[in-house]
């Protein structure tokens, strides 16, 4: 879990905005929860934007206004409905912890073709890995600019990379550097988690767009 400490507040037309102290990992679409702002502040909430620039309200159509001449860093806003609040120093934190379960250990199980008991040490690792590699994977394709849902996935190429990436990290138990682990005199070829086919499926890295 990350967690950030709030430094201002102010709250526009039923839309709440918090700057935090310090740049996050926060994506637009995930849970964020607030704690020790105030009564109003205080709770879980969606993430809606996160503005560059001061909030000024809503217009006629809804959509949400700045004051491009202000900027500011490091802000989160979310829906909130409540009396307005001006803007002001705040203390507090908002914490994001991301948990995505895109692929399942049944699921990896299914695709390595063998099946692991449990309780085990390599299903412990199994467990590991799977989590390991869905944190890994939904990371990198927020990185690249991309907003998914942590739950499910956003398409069968993310689901076959995730898949091929946790497989690869059970697969490498006891490697060293480079190999994975082996008592062949010949020695094994070097693995790679992160193959080129794994980064074409989850659609990373994302070309920038100017």
Known sequence: MATYSVTNKYLIDNYAVLQLLTPSEIA?????TVAGVDATF????????????????????GDLLYDYQLPIADQVLFAKTA????RTAASGTVSYD??????????VMSYLG????????????????????NQ?????????????????????DATLGTLMYCAALWRSRGSIETTYATFDG?????????TPIVKQLLGIPRPAVA
Do not use: K
């Open 83 to 86: 009396d307005d609040v001006e």
């Open 42 to 61: 205080n709770g879980t909430y969606t993430v809606r934007a996160l503005p560059q620039y001061l909030y000024i309200g809503v217009d006629s159509q």
């Open 136 to 156: 890994f994977c939904f990371r990198r394709r927020q990185e690249s600019g991309y907003i998914d849902s942590l739950t499910t996935s956003p398409g069968g």
């Open 186 to 194: 010949m020695g094994s070829a070097p693995q790679q988690s992160l």
């Open 28 to 32: 637009v679409g995930q849970s964020i």
């Open 114 to 133: 063998i099946t692991i008991g449990n309780p085990s040490d390599d299903y412990t690792l199994l467990t590991q890995s799977v989590s390991a590699g």
């Open 98 to 107: 991301p948990v995505c379960t895109w692929v399942t250990t049944a699921q």
